[in-house]
């Protein structure tokens, strides 16, 4: 009966390798170059393309990404029942289409339906992603014995993490497509330090990290604060690009729809996040983990607030 187990579990891991294999593969063919000229290839040609390598290499690494989580949680896991095999075949489907939603930003990377059909993509993919994860942590009996307890509960909120960061990419494309696009990006960086930090404080954690009032008074203060000066930064962004750039182009440009979308997310990378980061490691530091946190989705909250802007 374990060997039947094993069996399923090693046709599944291997099933889901090959078509994980075969969606990353089919990715190289939407690379195309225009050319601007039918007699020889030049650098511009390639320049006239970028829009398709950008589009390649986030679709790359956003399957790469999700294939090397799908391969740590099946190393600790030693045995699947039906619905852990259906929400592994939903997670596939969705891998499978990345190769058509990346084509439509490839052509058409500014527009807002494009960019939400691929950030509502990978927001499917985190979702039955969460989904196998969660089913096996509410099942001990489904994960090898030398697991961690610590390690499946990292897994948890990294994951969590990730649906967040689905969720405001697709709830900016509306906005920003732009910005949308550039916040996929952060998708590895944000598992990677979240998991690290997880596992750094999660023993000395308290159990009502996130539920206390006063760490719920502290978020609402926070955010009132970062949201008001998030306002004041993009109020004093505008009026200075607008003074500098303002009369090469009209309201109307798409070139300075793109300028101030740009500007608007440097001017929050620039004057607010190194606030924010500041204000988290020195909370971290006195062990004021919850606090700590808060601003890691005070971040988020600045992020909307500087897409919403961008877009009026």
């Not at 969606?23 to 040609?45: G, P, Q, R």
């Not at 009369?247 to 997310?265: A, C, Q, V």
Request: charged share 15%; proline share 3%.
């Amino acid at each position: 009966m374990s060997s039947d187990k094993n069996l399923e579990l090693d046709r599944l891991v291997f099933f889901s390798d090959a078509v994980v294999a075969i969606a990353i593969t089919l990715l190289v063919f939407d690379l195309k170059i225009n050319k601007a000229s039918s007699d020889h290839l030049t650098f511009a040609d390639f320049g006239n393309s970028w829009q398709k390598f950008v589009a390649f290499i986030l679709s790359f690494f956003i399957i790469a990404i999700f294939w090397k989580i799908h391969h740590e949680f099946y190393v600790h896991i030693k045995k699947i029942n039906n619905t852990l095999l259906w929400y592994n075949i939903a997670w596939l489907l969705f891998i499978v289409l990345i190769p058509f939603t990346s084509t439509l930003i490839s052509a058409h990377l500014y527009d807002r339906a494009a960019i939400f059909c691929y950030c509502m993509n990978v927001f499917m993919i985190t979702i039955f992603q969460n989904l196998i994860w969660d089913h096996v942590a509410a099942r001990p009996d489904y994960l090898k014995e030398n697991v961690d307890p610590d390690l499946v509960k990292t897994y948890i909120v990294a994951c969590n993490l990730a649906m967040l960061n689905g969720v405001l990419a697709c709830v900016i494309s509306f906005f920003s497509p732009l910005i949308a696009f550039i916040l996929l990006f952060t998708r590895l960086p944000m598992f990677s330090l979240s998991t690290r930090y997880i596992n750094k404080n999660s023993r000395n954690a308290p159990k009502n990290l996130f539920y206390s009032r006063a760490n719920f008074r502290h978020l609402t203060i926070v955010g009132i604060a970062f949201t008001l000066l998030t306002i004041v930064v993009m109020y004093l962004t505008s009026v200075f690009v607008w003074m500098y750039f303002g009369e090469s182009f009209g309201h109307k440009d798409p070139k300075w729809n793109l300028l101030t979308e740009i500007t608007y997310f440097l001017s929050a990378f620039i004057f607010i996040y190194p606030l924010i980061v500041y204000f988290m490691i020195r909370e971290y530091k006195k062990k004021e983990y919850a606090k700590s946190r808060n601003y890691l989705l005070v971040s988020g909250i600045v992020l909307l607030i500087t897409a919403v802007v961008a877009y009026l």
